[in-house]
Each structure stands twice: as structure tokens, then as C-alpha cells.
């Protein structure tokens, strides 16, 4: 089963090393941690990847590297995410090898379609709900998109963009697999209650059966 809560790391956010706050994560339960590192060079990428690898693979944490497939294969992580100004999913998997998983995002019906055609580990949709944390955010595409997409693969589907620990629950319900989260949970006063938080929820949710229009 697809990890329901996908933590995005982002130093620009995170006050501090990045390693103690993985590894709390990792004992909340996350099993999906993200490196989202925008403004560093290859080399301290690289180097935190590395890092973050080797204290969440033994946990059973997967981290993905966001952008960078070549730093995802040399720094023996779990996969890469890539955006439609990034490699092509499968010029990604070329670099990274086929363990690994590759994600990308999309942001239009036309460019789910395209994916599902990949061989793309998980598709990311979003932005759902306004966000803060890109600079110049894609349009909002709410929770109709993830419906949409949910009923064009059958690939795994992880929902972004400005989720909440009191928006989740719906993200869910639309047939979103996981729920991407950045500043919710990095800037939360307690970022280990606040994964919990999730986790509960998406278990709760996910026991429900489905109905609607996915």
C-alpha cells in the first residue's frame, strides 16, 4: 500500500540539521520523506541526501529526491520526483535505475494522461489548495482535479498544494493514495503529533468505503 503521508523536507523552512527531524518523523510512522532542497548547490544536496538516506533506510523510510535523479542514484535514495520543467519520467528512470521510484507532477488532465502513460511510480496533482511555499504556484486545482485523476489510472495518486491537517480527510475522499505535505507539518509547533495527526486520519478515512464518482 502507497505510504497515505508523503513529509516534504524543505531546509527553507525547517529551522536546524534536517537528520533529527527525519528521524522523528520516522518514528511517528512517516515511511515517505521527500528532500525538497530549491536554493542549495549539487554538492550539499548531495551530501544531505546522502545523509538522510542512511539514517531512513534502516527505519524503512523511503526518501525521494526532488529534481535531481543523478544525486537520487549516487546518494542511495529511495526514488525521484520530477516536474514537468524537469527530465521526462522516463529519462529520469534511466539515470536512477528501476528500484528506485520515480514521481511526477502535473498539474493539468492532459499531463495526468501523459503520465499515466510513464512508467511513473506515482503521479502528484496539485496544487489543491492555495499555497505559500512556491514562489509563482501553479493555479489551484481543488478537489474535482484529484477526482478526475483518480479515474484516469490506476497508479498510485498523491495529492499537494496547501493541505491541512483539517483538509486531509477530503483529499482522501476525492481518491487521493497520499497527501503531500510541506509547511502544514514542518511548521507545525509539534511536527511528531502533527504526523500522528495525519496518519490517524488517514487510516480512519481510509477503513470508510468509497463512494462518488471514483
Same mark, same amino acid.
Given at each position: 500500500? %502507497?505510504?497515505?503521508?508523503? #513529509?516534504?523536507? &524543505?531546509?527553507?523552512?525547517?529551522?536546524?540539521?534536517?537528520?533529527?527531524?527525519?528521524?522523528?518523523?520516522?518514528? /511517528?510512522?512517516?515511511?515517505?520523506?521527500? $528532500?525538497?532542497?530549491?536554493?542549495?548547490? /549539487?554538492?550539499?544536496?548531495?551530501?544531505? !541526501?546522502?545523509?538522510?538516506? #542512511?539514517?531512513?533506510?534502516?527505519?524503512?523510510?523511503r526518501l525521494i529526491v526532488n529534481d535531481r535523479p543523478d544525486i537520487a542514484a549516487i546518494a542511495g535514495a529511495g526514488g525521484v520526483h520530477v516536474g514537468q520543467d524537469d527530465l521526462p519520467a522516463e529519462e529520469a528512470r +534511466?539515470?536512477?535505475?528501476?528500484?528506485?521510484?520515480?514521481?511526477?507532477?502535473?498539474?493539468?488532465?492532459?499531463?495526468?494522461?501523459?503520465?499515466?502513460?510513464?512508467?511513473? &511510480?506515482?503521479?502528484?496533482? =496539485?496544487?489543491?489548495?492555495?499555497?505559500?511555499?512556491?514562489?509563482?504556484?501553479?493555479?489551484?486545482?481543488?478537489?474535482?482535479?484529484?477526482? !478526475?485523476?483518480?479515474?484516469?489510472?490506476?497508479?498510485?495518486?498523491?495529492?499537494? =498544494?496547501?493541505?491541512?491537517?483539517? +483538509?486531509?480527510?477530503?483529499?482522501?475522499?476525492?481518491?487521493?493514495?497520499? !497527501?503531500?505535505?510541506?509547511?502544514?507539518? $514542518?511548521?507545525?509547533?509539534?511536527?511528531?503529533?502533527?504526523?500522528?495527526?495525519?496518519? !490517524?486520519?488517514?487510516?480512519?478515512?481510509? +477503513?470508510?468505503?468509497?463512494? =462518488? /464518482? %471514483?
Amino acid at each position: 500500500m %502507497f505510504p497515505a503521508l508523503y #513529509a516534504i523536507l &524543505d531546509p527553507s523552512i525547517i529551522p536546524g540539521p534536517l537528520g533529527p527531524f527525519a528521524e522523528a518523523l520516522a518514528q /511517528a510512522g512517516v515511511q515517505l520523506v521527500q $528532500l525538497r532542497d530549491k536554493r542549495s548547490g /549539487a554538492g550539499k544536496i548531495c551530501a544531505e !541526501a546522502k545523509a538522510l538516506a #542512511a539514517l531512513l533506510a534502516p527505519r524503512n523510510v523511503r526518501l525521494i529526491v526532488n529534481d535531481r535523479p543523478d544525486i537520487a542514484a549516487i546518494a542511495g535514495a529511495g526514488g525521484v520526483h520530477v516536474g514537468q520543467d524537469d527530465l521526462p519520467a522516463e529519462e529520469a528512470r +534511466r539515470i536512477c535505475g528501476a528500484p528506485l521510484w520515480v514521481g511526477v507532477s502535473t498539474h493539468t488532465i492532459e499531463q495526468v494522461r501523459q503520465a499515466a502513460l510513464t512508467s511513473a &511510480d506515482y503521479i502528484a496533482v =496539485g496544487p489543491v489548495f492555495p499555497t505559500a511555499t512556491k514562489e509563482n504556484p501553479d493555479p489551484v486545482v481543488g478537489l474535482e482535479f484529484v477526482r !478526475a485523476a483518480r479515474a484516469l489510472t490506476q497508479k498510485p495518486i498523491v495529492a499537494i =498544494g496547501g493541505i491541512t491537517v483539517e +483538509r486531509v480527510a477530503e483529499v482522501y475522499r476525492a481518491g487521493a493514495d497520499s !497527501a503531500a505535505v510541506i509547511r502544514d507539518l $514542518l511548521s507545525a509547533a509539534d511536527p511528531v503529533s502533527r504526523a500522528r495527526e495525519y496518519l !490517524a486520519i488517514a487510516e480512519q478515512v481510509k +477503513r470508510l468505503p468509497k463512494t =462518488g /464518482a %471514483f
